[in-house]
Structure formats: structure tokens, C-alpha cells
């Protein structure tokens, strides 16, 4: 990997690491060289030996740690840990996990549950950086000291115990340099009992009523238990409702999902499970376009979009089960909007309203909830995050819609972020309103890791300069 930068910085080229191609924005895209990192597949388990005197958190948490390189699919992760000679899990996750675990936690992808810390990259507590030819570093926050100074000189890395340092290059963007390992902290495996349903206990198909809203906008289990799935109810581990703005009243359907021990023998079945789309990407495109010419279609189509995420039913599986690998669509519409939980319902309306003045556009909203991140650039800066994922069929309407949001959000004064590896409305003006002083922490951290400007350039990509984060 060192020569390969050295190579390129000698040919006047950039240079950046490729996971496996899921990010719908230009984030790791470069006229440069890409070097595919998708082969560097070690993981260990670290052992109470490696760990610093200062590590916190006892035996039980020595347990939960594992150094893994980059290239992992978060998938083969997720089933690396779950098995028996670990009897370990994420805490949480993307929905599909084909994404390697640096391509992943580089651009923010974010998981969902209720009560946990944060997002994917929350579980990264130590980093692996090849920051230029002969420039290796190992980062950790210096209030929370992982592994002894052996273990980065065995690799020829310096050691760097610093918050600050580390927040800006666990959700990087791949700005930084190569990161080569990084140590995750993962929790006791255990299954989940998800259930996904688009009607109350009454048997009526559920809507965004006022009950609806009090639960998407204050999280509250306990007014409305017909809201919930039959015999069970209380604050899940995961809740995440789908709303269809293409119907009037929206229709919203549910997934709750409730924690459960791992019962002694347990076997996960593993399997790659196709959508309502089918295998192929031909039919998304096709769509597309057929939606650009024949609007009238485009609640037929949203309701064949929420399938695609959406199986009614009920089952039990690990989270490497129920969160597994998708293959990727191209030609996917597909954005999000993060505010804090109080502007939860004034956002959804306002992406309702603003579907029908410049749609139908064949989208739906999936309603997710991360807890603040101490990572400079992570766009759940919220306790909690509300975070809309926009998702659908790529055609002239759905690119509309998403042009048209950041502009929305300022005129109604909500404050927002968005997701770096999706369609998003990033400008250096919108990063500085929604960053404000960890904004110019993150670049500061930059200078202090890439002191050269030379370097920097080589780890600089279109992206970065349209967003003013070259600097």
C-alpha cells in the first residue's frame, strides 16, 4: 500500500482506497489511483496481554474486541462474530452490509438502535492509518487508551492518544490516507424478534394520524398500544416506520424489533435474500423512466418500492440474519436527511408537502434513530438523530425532490445534516451551518497528520474541493 502512494504521489496522481463501490455520492471517487482494498480480510480477537493498563472497562469488555482489516465485507464481519468461538455481535448496522467496514464507517453510515451509543463507526476504537509513504499511525482517544505501544511498534506505526485526532479520521471520508485495521468493540451476540406489519391490532391499515405522529416524534410506547405488534409491546431495541407520502393519508408501515437471548445451539442461517426487484438492476432503470413519462403510476410504483425494504411478516434471527448482505442496485434513488428528534415531524411534513409540489416522485421514507456521535463529521450530531433514509426508483422526479431539500430545510429554519455516501446538497456554506467549530477541528486535524500540503493533495478528491473540505 506505501509504495502504491509513494507510486502516485511520484507520478503527480491521487490516491485513495475503493471498498466495494456502495456509495451513491462521488465521496471516494478519484481521477487518480483507486487501490482495492477489499482483499485485506484478517481479523483476530486482541487479547488481555495487547490491552494498556489503562484500558477501561474490565475483563467483559477485553472480551468484545477484535482488530480487523479494512477490507472486510461488514457482513462477513457480522457473521465472524456471531459464531460460537466468538459469541459476539454489532451492536448495529447498515441495513445491507455488502460494504467493506472502513468503506462503510468512512462516510457515516449510521445503524439504527434506540438505546445504543451511536452509529457503525461508534464500534471502532482504534485506527490503523498509512497517512503517506513511510507514515503510519495507530489512534486512539487518549480518554480511552486501548492497546499497549508494543503492539503499533511491532508494525512500524507511532502511537497517537488523542480525542480530537481520532473523531476526525474514524468518519474521514478517506481523506486521511489508507486505513489499514482498525479494532472494533462489539457486544454479546444476541437475536432479534422483528416483526413488520402495515396494520394495528384493530386490523386498520396504519397511517400518520395523530397516534402515528406521537410515536415517530417522541418515541412514546406506551399511549398507543395498538400501534403495536400483536402480544408484544414496550421500547424495542429497533423501530423504524416506512412511510409512503404517494397515498393520502400517508400509509406507514412498521418494524419493531425486540431483544431476545441467544438460546444454547442456536445456528443462523445466512443467505443472500433478493427483493421484490429481483436480480437484476434492468428493471429499476426501466421503471425510472417509464415513471418519467407516465406520472400516474408513481403510487403503483412507491408501493413496489416499500415492498423492495418491506416484508409483512414475523421471524427471529441474529443480527447478521435480519441485517445481512443485499446486493447493490445501481440506478437507486436513494438520500437522506438528519435533524434533532424535535423537528422530527415538522421534517416529514415538510418532505410530504414538498412531494407534492414537485412530484409524485416514486419515493418512500424510512424513519431511523442514532444516538449522537462524538465523531467531528458524523451527521448524527443529535441525542438522538432523527434520520430520514429517502429511497426509491432513480428517475427525473426523484432527483428533483432531492435537489430541492437542503434548499427547504433552510427556508424553514431546521437544522439538518446529511448523509456523505448518498445524494446529498452539500455546499462549504451548508457544512459550516451544520458542522459549525467541528467543522475547522476536522481540518485542523487534517494539518496536523498530513503537515505538507503535497499530501494532502494526494488524499484529495473533486468531492472534497466542491464542499471546501481540500483545505
Given at each position: 500500500?506505501?509504495?502504491?502512494?509513494?507510486?502516485?504521489?511520484?507520478?503527480?496522481?491521487?490516491?485513495?482506497g475503493?471498498?466495494?463501490g456502495?456509495?451513491?455520492?462521488?465521496?471516494?471517487?478519484?481521477?487518480?489511483?483507486?487501490?482495492?482494498t477489499?482483499?485485506?480480510k484478517?481479523?483476530?480477537?486482541?487479547t488481555?496481554?495487547?490491552?494498556?493498563?489503562?484500558?477501561?472497562?474490565?475483563?467483559?469488555?477485553?472480551?468484545?474486541?477484535?482488530?480487523?482489516?479494512?477490507?472486510?465485507?461488514?457482513?462477513?464481519?457480522?457473521?465472524?462474530?456471531?459464531?460460537?468461538?466468538?459469541?459476539?455481535?454489532?451492536?448495529?448496522?447498515?441495513?445491507a452490509?455488502g460494504?467493506?467496514?472502513?468503506?462503510?464507517?468512512?462516510?457515516?453510515?449510521?445503524?439504527?438502535a434506540?438505546d445504543?451509543?451511536?452509529?457503525?463507526?461508534?464500534q471502532?476504537?482504534?485506527?490503523?492509518?498509512?497517512a503517506?509513504?513511510?507514515r503510519q499511525?495507530?489512534?486512539?482517544?487518549?480518554?480511552?487508551?486501548?492497546?499497549?505501544?508494543?503492539?503499533?511498534?511491532?508494525?512500524?506505526?507511532?502511537?497517537?492518544?488523542?480525542?480530537?485526532?481520532?473523531n476526525?479520521?474514524?468518519?474521514?471520508?478517506?481523506?486521511?490516507?489508507?486505513i489499514?485495521?482498525v479494532?472494533?468493540?462489539?457486544?454479546?451476540?444476541?437475536?432479534?424478534?422483528?416483526?413488520?406489519y402495515d396494520?394495528?391490532?384493530?386490523?386498520n391499515?396504519?397511517v400518520?394520524?395523530?397516534?402515528?405522529r406521537?410515536?415517530?416524534?417522541?418515541l412514546?410506547?406506551?399511549?398507543?398500544?395498538?400501534?403495536?405488534?400483536?402480544?408484544?409491546?414496550?421500547r424495542?431495541?429497533?423501530?423504524?416506520?416506512?412511510?409512503?407520502?404517494?397515498?393520502d393519508?400517508p400509509e406507514?408501515?412498521?418494524?419493531?424489533?425486540?431483544?431476545?437471548?441467544?438460546?444454547?445451539?442456536y445456528r443462523?442461517?445466512?443467505g443472500?435474500?433478493q427483493?421484490?426487484?429481483?436480480?437484476?438492476?434492468?428493471?429499476?432503470?426501466?421503471?425510472?423512466?417509464?415513471l418519467?413519462?407516465?406520472?400516474?403510476?408513481?403510487?403503483?410504483?412507491?408501493?413496489?418500492?416499500?415492498?423492495?425494504?418491506?416484508?409483512?411478516?414475523?421471524?427471529?434471527?441474529s443480527?447478521?440474519?435480519?441485517?445481512?448482505?443485499?446486493a447493490?442496485?445501481?440506478?437507486?434513488?436513494?438520500g437522506?436527511?438528519?435533524?434533532?428528534?424535535?423537528?422530527?415531524?415538522?421534517?416529514?411534513?415538510?418532505?410530504?408537502?414538498?412531494n407534492?409540489?414537485?412530484?409524485?416522485?416514486?419515493?418512500?421514507?424510512?424513519?431511523?434513530?442514532?444516538?449522537?456521535?462524538?465523531?467531528?463529521?458524523?451527521?448524527?450530531?443529535w441525542d438522538?438523530?432523527f434520520?430520514?433514509?429517502?429511497?426509491?426508483?432513480y428517475?427525473?422526479?426523484?432527483?428533483?425532490?432531492?435537489?430541492?431539500?437542503?434548499?427547504?430545510?433552510?427556508?424553514?429554519?431546521?437544522?439538518f445534516?446529511?448523509?456523505?455516501?448518498?445524494?446529498?446538497?452539500?455546499?462549504?456554506?451548508?457544512?459550516?451551518?451544520?458542522?459549525?467549530?467541528?467543522?475547522?477541528?476536522?481540518?485542523?486535524?487534517?494539518?496536523?497528520?498530513?503537515?505538507?500540503?503535497?499530501?494532502?493533495?494526494?488524499f484529495?478528491?473533486?468531492?472534497?474541493?466542491?464542499?471546501?473540505?481540500?483545505?
Amino acid at each position: 500500500i506505501q509504495r502504491s502512494i509513494a507510486d502516485a504521489r511520484a507520478r503527480g496522481l491521487a490516491h485513495r482506497g475503493v471498498g466495494r463501490g456502495w456509495s451513491l455520492s462521488t465521496a471516494p471517487l478519484t481521477d487518480g489511483v483507486m487501490l482495492d482494498t477489499a482483499r485485506l480480510k484478517g481479523r483476530k480477537r486482541l487479547t488481555a496481554e495487547q490491552l494498556d493498563p489503562g484500558f477501561s472497562g474490565g475483563a467483559g469488555r477485553a472480551a468484545r474486541l477484535a482488530l480487523v482489516q479494512c477490507g472486510n465485507y461488514v457482513s462477513e464481519l457480522g457473521q465472524w462474530l456471531e459464531s460460537d468461538a466468538n459469541g459476539l455481535s454489532f451492536a448495529t448496522t447498515g441495513a445491507a452490509n455488502g460494504q467493506t467496514i472502513v468503506g462503510a464507517t468512512a462516510t457515516g453510515t449510521h445503524g439504527s438502535a434506540l438505546d445504543y451509543r451511536g452509529a457503525l463507526h461508534d464500534q471502532i476504537i482504534a485506527i490503523h492509518l498509512l497517512a503517506g509513504e513511510g507514515r503510519q499511525f495507530w489512534l486512539e482517544r487518549a480518554s480511552d487508551p486501548v492497546v499497549k505501544p508494543a503492539l503499533p511498534l511491532s508494525i512500524g506505526a507511532e502511537l497517537l492518544r488523542d480525542d480530537e485526532l481520532f473523531n476526525a479520521v474514524v468518519m474521514g471520508l478517506g481523506a486521511f490516507g489508507i486505513i489499514h485495521n482498525v479494532v472494533i468493540e462489539a457486544r454479546e451476540r444476541f437475536l432479534l424478534h422483528a416483526y413488520n406489519y402495515d396494520r394495528d391490532r384493530a386490523g386498520n391499515r396504519m397511517v400518520l394520524d395523530p397516534a402515528m405522529r406521537n410515536r415517530i416524534g417522541r418515541l412514546d410506547f406506551t399511549s398507543d398500544p395498538v400501534l403495536d405488534p400483536p402480544g408484544r409491546s414496550g421500547r424495542p431495541y429497533f423501530f423504524q416506520p416506512i412511510i409512503n407520502p404517494n397515498t393520502d393519508p400517508p400509509e406507514v408501515l412498521v418494524t419493531q424489533m425486540y431483544e431476545e437471548p441467544w438460546p444454547a445451539f442456536y445456528r443462523p442461517e445466512y443467505g443472500l435474500k433478493q427483493g421484490a426487484f429481483g436480480p437484476g438492476y434492468d428493471f429499476v432503470s426501466i421503471a425510472g423512466r417509464a415513471l418519467d413519462l407516465f406520472d400516474d403510476l408513481v403510487p403503483l410504483f412507491a408501493r413496489l418500492v416499500a415492498q423492495q425494504l418491506f416484508e409483512v411478516g414475523e421471524t427471529r434471527g441474529s443480527w447478521g440474519e435480519v441485517f445481512g448482505y443485499k446486493a447493490f442496485r445501481t440506478k437507486v434513488a436513494s438520500g437522506t436527511v438528519a435533524v434533532p428528534l424535535a423537528y422530527a415531524l415538522d421534517t416529514l411534513d415538510l418532505l410530504v408537502t414538498l412531494n407534492q409540489a414537485i412530484g409524485p416522485a416514486p419515493l418512500v421514507y424510512g424513519c431511523r434513530y442514532v444516538r449522537r456521535s462524538p465523531a467531528l463529521l458524523a451527521f448524527n450530531r443529535w441525542d438522538p438523530t432523527f434520520v430520514v433514509s429517502i429511497d426509491g426508483v432513480y428517475n427525473d422526479a426523484a432527483l428533483r425532490f432531492f435537489e430541492a431539500i437542503p434548499e427547504r430545510m433552510e427556508a424553514r429554519g431546521i437544522p439538518f445534516t446529511q448523509h456523505w455516501g448518498k445524494t446529498n446538497g452539500y455546499t462549504p456554506r451548508r457544512i459550516r451551518a451544520a458542522y459549525g467549530g467541528d467543522y475547522d477541528r476536522w481540518i485542523a486535524a487534517r494539518h496536523r497528520l498530513l503537515p505538507d500540503s503535497a499530501t494532502r493533495a494526494l488524499f484529495t478528491n473533486a468531492y472534497m474541493r466542491e464542499r471546501g473540505l481540500d483545505l
